[in-house]
């Protein structure tokens, strides 16, 4: 989940909004969403 | 125990009866170790806030006053306006969220008292509160355009909250002869969800030029720009010649209506409508004014951390009601920063600091059925304003290829599905 957060962030990976929406997060923002993200399974 | 306690249990009991076990009265707790939170208001803000207080901390006492037994959903009604969606697609239920643990509460709120922590309703019950969240969206100014009362909006319907009058505008497009002019008012900004009004201009163009195809419609606007300007502009150039969007710098201003005569007056010029839409100003919700939380603007200052009102301590404001710097009044946003005063209030009835919040928005529009574009933003609050973070969210490609378009249209529905889902399913 990050690195796709970060390829969304830098316009390696085609999107209709997520690259706008990722530009909003730094790198820790990022970790924090995906180690959330991953606590709920 | 409060003297108002025992009335509340009483008849959220009877009222509500069967609708959860939560709501069976409990094993009397320590004062404080149920906090007890009322909501005013189901609708994204406020159905969102009710249930993830629940899922924030079970602890939580949690009360949704909402006057209306069914949900009718603003986003996606314009479809149902030009005959494209079901308006049965737009209605939500209360019965899962009481399920969740929420004491839903089918009364309007008539006043508060802030001072005592309570809140009356319609029937005469007073709530208590350690924390009240008022979420009571827009209301529609009847003061504000010459001639536009609520008489005149059953002729000329604003369908500005979804449900009836939704249902009312789409009759008369759809009884209107070939050749009738629909004429449009929009107001001048802030108000519920912008976008939605040239969304709106849009589709009723699709539904003309696919219906009624010597029918036009004439847009007579309070401002000269607007979000995704050059989206809708480029979409209406491509497909309605029938559309002419007069703005404020052409004569577009409103500045009366006659719904005998069936007209609309601007700066420049008086337009003679066969159907007419009419989207007044607005401002907060009644309750948040009688709460004391509304300032001169008619809409609620609020802080960006907690939603807590600045005018109002112990009232937290959220959605279109609220003034949030730089927040639309969208129902993206109302479900997302109803999530964050959710976990901030969590915090706080335990003394606890909430952690600083950021939030996305995302809004889609559509010009055509198949043909969808969105705005974005990342917010976060700086110095007790909410701004969106530099370099992140704005619109979708001017250039973009039709497929892109078609893509956005497809997750504009899924968006909608997800977001009702999540509140109410």
């Known amino acids: 989940m990050v690195a796709a957060m970060q390829a969304y962030r830098g316009g390696q990976r085609p999107a209709t909004v997520m690259d706008r929406i990722a530009k909003g997060f730094s790198d820790d923002e990022i970790k924090a969403i995906a180690a959330w993200f991953a606590a709920q399974r | 125990m409060t003297a108002t306690r025992p009335t509340r249990r009483q008849f ?33 803000a406020g159905a969102t806030a009710a249930r993830f207080l629940k899922r924030a901390d079970p602890r939580l006492d949690v009360t949704l006053v909402e006057p209306n037994p069914i949900f009718a959903a603003c986003p996606f009604s314009n479809e149902v306006i030009a005959g494209l969606r079901d308006m049965r697609a737009q209605l939500f239920g209360y019965d899962r969220i009481a399920a969740a643990g929420v004491a839903v509460v089918h009364q309007a709120a008539t006043a508060v008292d802030g001072r005592a922590r309570s809140v009356t309703l319609g029937n005469g019950t007073k709530l208590g509160y350690e924390r009240l969240i008022l979420a009571p969206g827009s209301d529609l100014r009847f003061d504000a355009l010459p001639g536009y009362d609520e008489g005149a909006a059953e002729r000329m319907p604003h369908a500005w909250k979804a449900g009836d009058q939704t249902l009312l505008l789409r009759r008369q497009l759809e009884a209107m002869e070939d050749g009738g002019t629909v004429v449009m008012a929009l107001p001048a900004l802030p108000y519920r969800c912008p976008p939605a009004s040239y969304e709106r201009a849009s589709l009723i163009a699709y539904y003309l030029k696919t219906r009624k195809p010597r029918s036009k419609l004439v847009v007579l606007d309070a401002k000269d720009t607007f979000s995704m300007q050059r989206l809708f502009e480029n979409a209406w150039q491509e497909l309605y010649p029938n559309l002419e969007w007069v703005p404020v710098s052409s004569g577009g201003n409103p500045t009366s209506v006659d719904a005998a005569a069936m007209t609309v007056s601007s700066d420049f010029d008086t337009y003679k409508a066969a159907v ?64 964050i005063c959710a976990a901030a209030v969590a915090k706080l009835v335990f003394g606890e600091r909430p952690a600083p919040p950021k939030f996305v928005n995302t809004c889609y529009s559509l010009a055509a059925p198949d043909y969808g ?19 992140a969210g704005g619109v979708s490609p001017a250039d973009a290829p039709r497929m892109f378009r078609s893509q956005e249209a497809k997750f504009a529905n899924g968006w909608f599905n997800a977001i009702t889902s999540e509140i109410f399913g």
């Open chain 2, 276 to 339: 007419a839409n009419i989207i007044p100003p607005q401002k907060a919700g009644r309750i948040a004014e009688l709460a004391g939380t509304a300032d001169r603007t008619g809409w609620c200052p609020v802080d960006p951390v907690t939603f807590e009102s600045h005018l109002a301590p112990g009232i937290h404001v959220l959605g279109d009601a609220a003034i949030a710097g730089a927040v639309p009044k969208s129902a993206f946003a109302a479900n997302a920063v109803a999530k």
């Open chain 2, 373 to 391: 574009f969105s705005i974005v933003g990342v917010y976060h609050p700086v110095n007790g304003q909410w701004l969106e973070v530099e370099g």
């Open chain 2, 12 to 44: 959220v009991t009877t009222a509500a009866a069967g609708a959860s076990a939560s709501l069976f009265p409990r094993p009397l707790l320590a004062q404080g170790s149920q906090p007890r939170i009322v909501v005013v208001g189901g609708g994204f």
